[in-house]
């Protein structure tokens, strides 16, 4: 029997190769790609997220562990559809125009997507207006975007506006992050969400699109 705790446990440990193995293993027993998905890889990467917030694991440990979770998502990928299992979510995710910084917004994206949420990651120094483009025809249910610099971060404004212009900020809910931003600075923009960390942002995000 394909044993869910080992398969979160080689996955906190970004073990990829063990993490595939086992993925199809269980596949080749019939368990539900839901299931593995849920029980074993999601449980994995939560456990990680966790251990992030308390510093307890590290950006690296993060990276491969994530790593790991992606080649056994690779393999439920055609399962899942098949079986109609959606995505909790969808969110439109980039670092803002000016900055070029990418290794927290990947964190981020990486939390959220072992969340179960899908992620359209625009990439670094994207514009206010990409970031409003994209989640309408993406249908997204949040932009989060993130800065490191405090030059970049007013851009993040300039998003909630594009926002309020194109008349869906009841729709669409913005989160903001990154080293410089801060709670108070999200309430003056009129952003919807600030979170701390990548673990948090990737909760909140979860209680968005389920509310």
Same mark, same amino acid.
């Given at each position: +029997?394909?044993? +869910?705790?080992?398969?979160?446990?080689?996955?906190?440990?970004?073990?990829?190769?063990?993490?595939?193995? $086992?993925?199809?293993?269980?596949?080749? %027993?019939?368990?539900?790609?839901?299931?593995?998905?849920?029980?074993?890889?999601?449980?994995?990467?939560?456990?990680?997220?966790?251990?992030?917030?308390?510093? %307890?694991?590290?950006?690296? %440990?993060?990276?491969?562990?994530?790593?790991? *979770?992606?080649?056994?998502?690779? /393999?439920?990928?055609?399962?899942?559809?098949?079986?109609?299992?959606?995505?909790?979510?969808?969110?439109?995710?980039?670092?803002?125009?000016?900055?070029?910084?990418?290794?927290?917004?990947?964190?981020?994206?990486? *939390? *959220?997507?072992?969340?179960?949420? %899908?992620?359209?990651? $625009?990439?670094?120094?994207?514009? !206010?207006?990409?970031?409003?483009?994209?989640?309408?025809?993406?249908?997204?249910?949040?932009?989060?975007?993130?800065? /490191?610099?405090?030059?970049? *971060?007013?851009?993040?404004?300039?998003?909630?506006?594009?926002?309020?212009?194109?008349?869906?900020?009841?729709?669409?809910?913005?989160?903001?992050?990154?080293?410089?931003?801060?709670?108070?600075?999200?309430?003056?923009?009129?952003?919807?969400?600030?979170?701390?960390?990548?673990?948090?942002?990737?909760?909140? !995000?979860?209680?968005?699109?389920?509310?």
């Amino acid at each position: +029997m394909a044993n +869910m705790k080992a398969l979160s446990e080689f996955l906190q440990k970004g073990r990829a190769k063990e993490v595939k193995e $086992l993925v199809q293993a269980a596949l080749d %027993e019939k368990i539900s790609a839901k299931v593995i998905l849920e029980e074993g890889l999601m449980d994995g990467m939560g456990i990680i997220g966790a251990k992030f917030k308390k510093n %307890e694991v590290f950006v690296p %440990e993060v990276l491969i562990a994530a790593r790991a *979770m992606n080649a056994g998502t690779e /393999l439920l990928k055609p399962f899942l559809a098949e079986a109609g299992v959606v995505a909790k979510g969808k969110v439109v995710l980039g670092t803002v125009k000016g900055d070029l910084h990418d290794i927290g917004k990947n964190l981020v994206g990486m *939390m *959220m997507e072992g969340k179960g949420l %899908e992620v359209v990651d $625009l990439g670094t120094d994207v514009p !206010a207006q990409k970031f409003v483009e994209e989640a309408i025809s993406n249908n997204a249910n949040i932009i989060a975007c993130s800065a /490191l610099l405090t030059t970049t *971060m007013t851009e993040m404004q300039n998003v909630v506006k594009e926002l309020e212009k194109a008349g869906v900020q009841d729709k669409i809910k913005i989160m903001i992050g990154g080293a410089p931003v801060t709670q108070s600075y999200c309430e003056n923009i009129k952003a919807d969400y600030y979170t701390a960390d990548a673990a948090s942002a990737a909760e909140v !995000a979860v209680e968005i699109c389920e509310a």
